[in-house]
């Protein structure tokens, strides 16, 4: 099994929380962000004004974690589609 560990202390107690799912209509077209707040559990779907789409061209997704060990960061995980590869990013895994 492996399990997603926070870059900054290395436990791999972590929770994940709200998510951003971005799409595009075109390649290199403007993305549309579809919000989901894991607290209230509403999804909120808007422009991307500032660009947060992991793929520089096609759709991504964000998903946000929080360190349940002792340094509590804030940290995000991010999948983008390039030219037919999906590239997935801001991870430390730890095989147990």
């Given at each position: 099994?492996?399990?997603?560990?926070?870059?900054?202390?290395?436990?791999?107690?972590?929770?994940?929380?709200?998510?951003?799912?971005?799409?595009?209509?075109?390649?290199?077209?403007?993305?549309?962000?579809?919000?989901?707040?894991?607290?209230?559990?509403?999804?909120?779907?808007?422009?991307?004004?500032?660009?947060?789409?992991?793929?520089?061209?096609?759709?991504g997704i964000?998903?946000?974690?929080?360190?349940?060990?002792?340094?509590?960061?804030?940290?995000?995980?991010?999948?983008?589609?390039?030219?037919?590869?999906?590239?997935?990013?801001?991870?430390?895994?730890?095989?147990?």
């Amino acid at each position: 099994m492996i399990y997603v560990a926070c870059p900054f202390c290395g436990s791999d107690y972590t929770h994940h929380g709200d998510v951003e799912v971005y799409v595009r209509d075109r390649d290199d077209g403007e993305s549309q962000i579809t919000l989901v707040n894991a607290k209230s559990k509403k999804t909120a779907l808007m422009k991307d004004e500032l660009n947060a789409n992991p793929s520089w061209r096609r759709n991504g997704i964000r998903i946000w974690f929080e360190c349940e060990a002792g340094c509590q960061e804030v940290f995000s995980i991010t999948i983008a589609q390039h030219k037919g590869q999906t590239w997935v990013s801001g991870l430390k895994l730890i095989e147990l």
